[in-house]
T-cell receptor, first 110, second 110 residues
Framework: KNQVEQSPQSLIILEGKNCTLQ??????????LRWYKQDTGRGPVSLTIMTFSENTKSNGRYTATLDADTKQSSLHITASQLSDSASYIC?????????FGAGTRLTVKP | NAGVTQTPKFQVLKTGQSMTLQCAQD?????MSWYRQDPGMGLRLIHYSVGAGITDQGEVPNGYNVSRSTTEDFPLRLLSAAPSQTSVYFCASSRDRYLFFGPGTRLTVL
């Protein structure tokens, strides 16, 4: 069982709408959690990084939250744009390991 | 800065052939790593290096070799390609917990 589970696996929304992606993890002890955006045919690019003491962090229209007690994180995208179409990957670091979620494939339609 | 570069972008091999995937970075990062990305699965660590002359195995190292003779370069060698090694390979370098990924190499083994 993967130590980082993301949901949904895929999502289709209309341009301008908001959406929330989920990440649940079991990695322990916890060091930090990162969200990456991966455009088709390209490498992942960092969006946010959060440590244990941070429960929210924003990067433009992207807002990530972290609940270290329940081991859950979410990535909220506001006023989606066509360029938001990509895979979003949750990455959780422990003491000596880094675990990647399988990603959520987001499609934004006009 | 070019960031992290990878060559080739695409490669087709026959079972049993060997090849080297090239990775270079110009950010003077000490940490470099190789991952493979398969459909429905998170990125998995193959090998990593914390500095020139130092390499170590990741989660899925079998069938792959690496070396780190300089800070800039971190090539990945497939010794005898197998169909199970069909995947997209990403090289990354890291500083301050941020992973910077290359554009990837799509490898098909027939």
């Amino acid at each position: 069982k993967n130590q980082v589970e993301q949901s949904p696996q895929s999502l289709i929304i209309l341009e301008g709408k908001n959406c929330t992606l989920q990440c649940n993890y079991t990695v322990s002890p916890f060091s930090n959690l990162r969200w990456y955006k991966q455009d088709t045919g390209r490498g992942p690019v960092s969006l946010t990084i959060m440590t244990f003491s941070e429960n929210t962090k924003s990067n433009g229209r992207y807002t990530a939250t972290l609940d270290a007690d329940t081991k859950q994180s979410s990535l909220h995208i506001t006023a989606s744009q066509l360029s938001d179409s990509a895979s979003y990957i949750c990455v959780v670091s422990g003491l000596n390991e880094v675990r990647f979620g399988a990603g959520t494939r987001l499609t934004v339609k006009p | 800065n070019a960031g992290v570069t990878q060559t080739p972008k695409f490669q087709v091999l026959k079972t049993g052939q060997s090849m080297t995937l090239q990775c270079a970075q110009d950010m003077n990062h000490e940490y470099m790593s190789w991952y493979r990305q398969d459909p429905g699965m998170g990125l998995r660590l193959i090998h990593y290096s914390v500095g020139a002359g130092i390499t170590d195995q990741g989660e899925v190292p079998n069938g792959y070799n690496v070396s780190r003779s300089t800070t800039e370069d971190f090539p990945l060698r497939l010794l005898s390609a197998a169909p199970s090694q069909t995947s997209v390979y990403f090289c990354a370098s890291s500083r301050d917990r941020y992973l910077f990924f290359g554009p990837g190499t799509r490898l098909t083994v027939l």
